[in-house]
């Protein structure tokens, strides 16, 4: 059972490259998350997406973009990377059931010099 | 905004005991819903348990229960019989509705560590 697939799980950058991260899932969920990771401060969502072609923003948008071209796969794009999104980043998805649960991937870890 | 503090950033358990983590929580909703999370060191989150405001009867799954104590805003994990798997990062989130999933809010983590 694959669920949620994140790609690539590990890269390190260098300040100001650019890059993408892969988020796809095989569950037909409507909804998608990307979320980060920081010690001491839990996940934050970045931006998610309610459906195929809709994204919006979360709780630390900046310096990051996001494309939902196909239901199953939610893009998150760094442009200019800074030292300041080194982080771990996961994707989740979640469908349109009364249960409120995030499957989640593996998780990306993301190291820019 | 909703904000969930969990107190406790490291615990230890010795395995087949019993460890309660705790989560506090900000809202001024009257219906909401509580998550713990967990994340082994595979770093893949797992649903553990979750409880919906409107429930007074707290929610058990199997060796892990809840204690919601709404007035407080409280909502803490018990593990009973505690094995070496339950070693993980465990999460306590929030959110208003199934319906605005986009606005779950998580706590910074409890690191628990069952020892044998």
């Known amino acids: 059972n694959a669920g949620v697939t994140q790609t690539p799980k590990f890269r390190v950058l260098k300040t100001g490259q650019s890059m993408t991260l892969l988020c796809a899932q095989d569950?037909?969920?409507?909804?998608m998350y990307w979320y980060r990771q920081d010690p001491g401060m839990g996940l934050r969502l970045i931006h998610y997406s309610v459906g195929e072609g809709t994204t919006a923003k979360g709780e630390v948008p900046d310096g990051y973009n996001v494309s939902r071209l196909k239901k199953q796969n939610f893009l998150l794009g760094l442009e200019s990377a800074a030292p300041s999104q080194t982080s771990v980043y996961f994707c989740?998805?979640?469908?349109?059931?009364?249960?409120?649960?995030?499957?989640f991937g593996e998780g990306s870890r993301l190291t820019v010099l | 905004a909703q904000t969930v503090t969990q107190s406790q950033p490291e615990m230890s358990v010795q395995e087949a005991e019993t460890v309660t983590l705790s989560c506090t929580y900000d809202?001024?909703?009257?219906?909401?819903?509580l998550f713990w999370y967990k994340q082994p060191p595979s770093r893949q989150m797992i649903l553990v348990i979750r409880q919906e405001a409107y429930k007074q009867q707290n929610a058990t799954e199997n060796r892990f229960s809840v204690n919601f104590q709404k007035a407080a805003k409280s909502f803490s994990l018990k593990i009973s019989d505690s094995q070496l798997g339950d070693t993980a990062m465990y999460f306590c989130?929030?959110?208003?509705?199934?319906?605005?999933?986009?606005?779950?809010?998580f706590g910074a983590g409890t690191r628990l560590t069952v020892k044998p």
């Open positions: 989740a998805s979640s469908g349109q059931t009364l249960t409120g649960e995030l499957f």
């Open positions: 809202t001024s909703e009257n219906n909401y819903y």
């Open positions: 989130a929030f959110m208003k509705s199934y319906y605005n999933n986009n606005d779950m809010r």
């Open positions: 569950m037909n969920h409507e909804y």
